[in-house]
T-cell receptor, first 114, second 114 residues
Framework: DAGVIQSPRHEVTEMGQEVTLRCKPISGHDYLFWYRQTMMRGLELLIYFNNNVPIDDSGMPEDRFSAKMPNASFSTLKIQPSEPRDSAVYFCASSWWDTGDEQFFGPGTRLTVL | GDSVTQMEGPVTLSEEAFLTINCTYT??????LFWYVQYPGEGLQLLLKATKADDKGSNKGFEATYRKETTSFHLEKGSVQVSDSAVYFCAAFPSGGGADGLTFGKGTHLIIQP
């Protein structure tokens, strides 16, 4: 199994531009999570999906952030417009229904907004 | 809500030293407890887990024992190596909770010097 796949691994953009981060979860996993990691705030859960349906997006910082999961093998996290304070590492993770306590993380996308 | 507190870093040790990283939790009931490790440039990966009181999780020479009386899950290793340099996250998952219940500590950066 290839594990959770994220793209791009690095993204540098200018303030005001739209940014789209992509994730492919492990096949068969029912849950998908988006996290943000910064030095100041640590690891924050942004949103998670169960069977492609968003369950809890209370961690999404503002309306500039949106996430979709059109099918079981693909999810996107979009920031529009981006701001310098969005600079962080964004992780996608997935897990099975009956072992939801163990999450499998992707390698992350390091986003820099200038 | 549930919370996890772990010692601040960075923790700097010499190779072959004994390691302890403290972790305590606050939760209703008896959560499952985890240690995740994040190597440079990678996502988090599960290191070990314990699901009930007095259980000991172990992996790669690391150990942690679920102490209900002190609500703790301290990570230990008898002889650290340079390759153990990473960020270590303690996490708790409440019993009977949904997949969003995994709560992470802020992480402890471990640096092992040769």
């Amino acid at each position: 199994d290839a594990g959770v796949i994220q793209s791009p691994r690095h993204e540098v953009t200018e303030m005001g531009q739209e940014v789209t981060l992509r994730c492919k979860p492990i096949s068969g996993h029912d849950y998908l999570f988006w996290y943000r990691q910064t030095m100041m705030r640590g690891l924050e859960l942004l949103i998670y999906f169960n069977n492609n349906v968003p369950i809890d997006d209370s961690g999404m910082p503002e309306d500039r952030f949106s996430a979709k999961m059109p099918n079981a093998s693909f999810s996107t996290l979009k920031i529009q417009p981006s701001e310098p304070r969005d600079s962080a590492v964004y992780f996608c993770a997935s897990s099975w229904w009956d072992t939801g306590d163990e999450q499998f993380f992707g390698p992350g996308t390091r986003l820099t907004v200038l | 809500g549930d919370s996890v507190t772990q010692m601040e870093g960075p923790v700097t040790l010499s190779e072959e030293a004994f390691l302890t990283i403290n972790c305590t939790y606050t939760a209703t009931g008896y959560p499952s407890l985890f240690w995740y490790v994040q190597y440079p440039g990678e996502g988090l990966q599960l290191l070990l887990k314990a699901t009930k009181a007095d259980d000991k999780g172990s992996n790669k020479g690391f150990e942690a024992t679920y102490r209900k009386e002190t609500t703790s899950f301290h990570l230990e290793k008898g002889s650290v190596q340079v390759s153990d340099s990473a960020v270590y996250f303690c996490a708790a998952f409440p019993s009977g909770g949904g997949a969003d219940g995994l709560t992470f500590g802020k992480g402890t950066h471990l640096i092992i010097q040769p």
